[in-house]
Nanobody
Framework: QVQLVESGGGLVQAGGSLRLSCAASGRTFSSYVMGWFRQGPGKEREFVATISWSGGSTYYADSVKGRFTISRDNAKNTLYLQMSSLKPEDTAVYYC????????????WGQGTQVTVYS
């Protein structure tokens, strides 16, 4: 099992940047595929980005491609999401999540961190 705690959210002007972090504890962080998801006001939760256990493979939602970068530091048991060129529509609660490589669903979730982008 793994416990996840997000941080780094806040209030930012459109066009600005933020970096989210997700600290993991418990079983070996490097054995998990990690992902970022978000849920905007009145919207369903949606996929943002994912990264393989080694960090060698990443995948992004079209809405954030070219603006967001997912990365991980397995030595520090930490996942990151660097967000740039932020837009008001990026406003959401951002969640990190973990799954084992052989499972399609994400079994472990953090509590979320709020990101608010104002114009």
């Amino acid at each position: 099992q793994v416990q996840l705690v997000e941080s780094g959210g806040g209030l930012v002007q459109a066009g600005g940047s933020l970096r989210l972090s997700c600290a993991a504890s418990g079983r070996t962080f490097s054995s998990y595929v990690m992902g970022w998801f978000r849920q905007g006001p009145g919207k369903e939760r949606e996929f943002v980005a994912t990264i393989s256990w080694s960090g060698g493979s990443t995948y992004y939602a079209d809405s954030v491609k070219g603006r967001f970068t997912i990365s991980r530091d397995n030595a520090k048991n930490t996942l990151y999401l660097q967000m740039s060129s932020l837009k008001p529509e990026d406003t959401a609660v951002y969640y990190c999540a973990a799954r084992t490589p052989l499972e399609p669903q994400y079994d472990y979730w953090g509590q979320g961190t709020q990101v608010t982008v104002y114009s």
